[in-house]
């Protein structure tokens, strides 16, 4: 059974930095189709949002409103999935949640959240101006 935690979430000032770490384990390894990981965010009362995207052989995505203030990296096991998030604003606030899914295609998709299988309980960061 596959199991994801989170941590590194916090409350912060405007323009600071915070390191999402999630935990992935009891992956069950394929030898076809694509290995997607991902962190995802939600708003009080709006739905899950795709922020970044890796898969296994490093490609990244990034929505729109976090390019060049947010990098998602994972360790070579692949069983450490991270979110550095810099020059946070209050827009930023959100839990947010790791996810990952094996895709039979080549591409990971950022949208829509609910392609992902597997979730973690998520971590909170708030940003105040």
């Known amino acids: 059974q596959v199991e994801l935690v989170e941590s590194g979430g916090g409350s912060v000032q405007a323009g600071s930095s915070l390191r999402l770490a999630c935990k992935v384990s009891g992956r069950t390894y394929r030898n076809y189709g694509t290995y997607c990981l991902g962190w995802f965010l939600q708003a009080p009362g709006k739905e899950h949002e795709g922020v970044a995207i890796i898969d296994t052989e490093g490609t990244t995505k990034y929505a729109d409103s976090v390019k060049g203030r947010f990098t998602i990296s994972k360790d070579n096991a692949e069983d450490t999935l991270f979110l550095q998030m810099n020059n946070l604003k209050p827009e930023d606030t959100a839990t947010y949640y790791c996810?990952?899914?094996?895709?039979?295609?080549?591409?990971?998709?950022?949208?829509?959240?609910?392609?992902?299988?597997?979730w973690g309980q998520g971590t909170q960061v708030i940003v105040s101006s």
């Open positions: 996810a990952t899914y094996y895709t039979s295609g080549r591409l990971c998709p950022l949208a829509p959240a609910g392609t992902y299988i597997n």
